[in-house]
């Protein structure tokens, strides 16, 4: 008998362990397969054409392609989801070590104010052109803040605070990577042929291009000191994205009364975001220092978390959907751009 009441627990305990070892292999799973698919991108990436596109888009579109081939992976779902949220929130803390505070406050106070002025107007304008196209208002609403803001990066940080679906971050960051893309290989184009001096040219990639990988890509080519002042305009935007996500939460907390089932969290990654840009701004260089080619490694490994936080993202999307989703957005957003890149040029 007392062999049958001690084997009764241990055949339980097998099982349960058991059960927790292949919940344990599914997230994994989950995880490799962001992981994979991100790795891929990278890859595209390298490829002649996608050079231009960044691996984060080309990510997007593997993931989208997969989701309408294969369907949606359920079984890995959980690893999935984690990559989706979580990798999400570290890479927006880990983001927060390109934002030099001190240099945006005491050399670009003057660019901030062209920066508010991108950011308002970016986002009025697509949410109105949104409304007159009938276009679907959450989606627009992020590409909104991406074009104003920082592109993929901000549609990522603000997303939990507008509760947007999966399929709405996914999508808004694909969008907002390819067109982003296509704006700065037409300011080079575009460059020769304006009456602009190099310094000029540079603000005027910062305060109206979508990422700082556009602004990059537009503005080295006219020198270091157009890239140099072009990436600071930029800066300041990325510096005005937590602002922005707290106005944000005030927006959605008043509709929060209005709508009883509405409840926001607090966006904590947001101060691991500020926590990691007073870092990287007064204490590495000053106290600490990490060589030049760790802080790459650094940017580097930020980027590819965020790729793996989009491919969790990029495998919702459902390109039935997306035909009469995405379209009219794009078209808005696609507006926006133009007119904002001709005012802040008439600006100059």
């Not at 949104?130 to 679907?136: Q, T």
């Not at 919702?316 to 957003?333: C, E, G, Q, Y």
Request: charged content about 15%; aromatic content about 10%; glycine content about 10%.
């Amino acid at each position: 008998m007392a062999q049958v009441k001690n084997s009764v627990p241990l055949t339980i305990g097998a099982r349960i362990s058991k059960v927790d070892l292949n919940k344990l292999n599914l997230w994994m799973g989950g995880i490799a397969f962001t992981f994979v698919i991100a790795f891929m991108g990278y890859g595209l990436a390298k490829v002649p054409g996608f050079d231009h596109v960044g691996q984060l888009a080309s990510a997007i579109i593997i993931a989208v392609v997969y989701r309408q081939i294969f369907g949606y992976p359920e079984p890995i779902r959980p690893g999935i989801q984690f990559s989706a949220k979580k990798l999400l929130r570290l890479a927006i803390i880990l983001f927060g070590l390109k934002l030099n505070i001190d240099i945006v406050i005491h050399q670009g106070l003057g660019l901030l104010v062209r920066d508010v002025g991108t950011i308002v107007f970016s986002i009025f304008l697509t949410v109105l052109l949104a409304k007159w196209l009938k276009a679907d208002s959450s989606l627009s609403l992020l590409l909104g803040i991406g074009t104003g803001v920082c592109g993929a990066a901000a549609i990522a940080a603000v997303s939990p605070i507008l509760k947007a679906k999966d399929e709405d971050t996914a999508i808004g960051a694909g969008i907002i990577a390819l067109v982003g893309t296509v704006f700065a290989i037409a300011y080079t184009i575009l460059r020769p042929f304006i009456d602009l001096t190099g310094i000029q040219y540079g603000i005027w990639s910062g305060v109206s291009l979508h990422e700082i990988a556009h602004v990059a890509l537009a503005a080295a080519p006219a020198g270091q000191d157009a890239l140099a002042i072009g990436l600071l305009a930029k800066l300041g935007r990325v510096f005005l994205l937590v602002p922005l996500s707290f106005i944000l939460m005030y927006w959605m907390k008043r509709r929060g009364k209005e709508q009883s089932d509405t409840k926001i969290e607090f966006p904590w990654f947001l101060i691991g975001f500020i926590v990691m840009s007073f870092f990287g701004s007064y204490v590495l260089g000053k106290y600490l220092y990490v060589p030049k080619t760790v802080m790459n490694d650094v940017a580097d490994f930020t980027t590819f978390v965020l790729t793996m936080a989009m491919v969790g993202l990029g495998v919702n999307v459902s390109l039935k959907d997306l035909r009469t989703k995405a379209l009219r957005p794009l078209i808005a957003m696609s507006i926006t751009s133009v007119v904002l890149s001709f005012l802040t040029f008439v600006a100059m």
